[in-house]
């Protein structure tokens, strides 16, 4: 059981470091929050001091590095490259189609229910406090947290489902006129879609459904799987990834079985005794 956790616990981790960079922004806030989890680690004896001084030289190192690969980069951009990157941006008919259509949903796991609260019914509500979740979860807490709560991040992929429908119900429409019009390059105005707000969202929506995707597949599901399955399969697993000892409750026995059990007993005495008399009897015969 214990060795099943701990690989758990790995996966669990890599993931979250996957995630942190889809949902960190600024590369010196990510430092320093990295710098301050090394240092937490130190603090608690889970790192040894030569441990610790590796990892933080790597950190900076890597840092530093990328850093100044971020500067030479921007400055071999030529005029004629930073046109062909925005192309690259173009919002591309299959991505759309992958989005799926929103549907009306209501099968959700029991305890994420009553952590939205009997007030939040509607989507809208829902989705922001999925939000939230998915912030504190995959942002705010870092890989200290997550080794003593390995499940944490599981859930938080369930509430990103949530979070991720609510955002395909705000942008229905964005999508729709979308494949109506089917491409990028016309729209009723005559303008590229690409440079309208609506085909932000949508880009956004793309990189959310490119995650979402990540996550299924990192537990062996897809796409194509019913959301109510999912979010089943990853509460599940959440709760059992934050449950190391499976908790066993005494039954109380009810006297009538107390006294079937002491009759039964008995009877079997009582067999016994009569089967060694009759194999005694047909020796003496």
Not at 93 to 108: I, R
Not at 130 to 150: D, I
Not at 265 to 279: P, R, S, V
Request: aromatic letters at 8%.
């Amino acid at each position: 059981m214990i060795k099943v956790h701990r690989i758990f616990r790995i996966i669990i981790l890599g993931l979250f470091l996957v995630l942190l960079s889809t949902f960190s922004g600024n590369g010196n806030e990510a430092l320093v929050e990295e710098l301050k989890e090394l240092n937490k680690l130190y603090q608690e004896g889970v790192l040894t001091k030569e441990e610790f001084s590796k990892s933080k030289a790597k950190v900076l190192s890597l840092n530093k590095q990328s850093q100044k690969n971020k500067k030479a980069k921007k400055k071999e951009l030529t005029q004629t490259q930073q046109v062909a990157k925005k192309k690259d941006k173009k919002t591309k008919m299959k991505d759309v189609v992958a989005l799926g259509t929103y549907q009306e949903f209501n099968s959700y796991p029991e305890d994420m229910l009553k952590q939205f609260g009997i007030a939040c019914k509607i989507m809208m509500c829902r989705s922001k406090k999925a939000g939230q979740k998915v912030y504190s979860l995959f942002v705010q807490h870092g890989p200290s947290y997550h080794e003593r709560h390995p499940g944490a991040i599981i859930h938080g992929m369930a509430w990103f489902e949530i979070m991720y429908l609510g955002k395909l119900k705000e942008n229905k429409r964005t999508i729709e006129r979308y494949l109506k019009e089917g491409s990028d390059n016309k729209t009723n105005s005559g303008k590229k879609l690409r440079f309208t707000s609506g085909s932000k969202k949508l880009r956004s929506l793309i990189k959310m459904n490119k995650a979402r995707k990540k996550m299924r597949e990192a537990l062996g599901l897809s796409l194509n799987d019913d959301l109510a399955k999912v979010l089943k399969r990853h509460w599940l697993l959440g709760d059992f990834l934050n449950n190391d000892k499976l908790k066993v409750k005494k039954a109380k026995l009810d006297s009538s079985i107390k006294k079937r059990k002491k009759l039964l007993a008995k009877y079997q005495t009582a067999i016994k005794k009569y089967k060694e008399k009759l194999a005694e009897g047909k020796e003496e015969g």
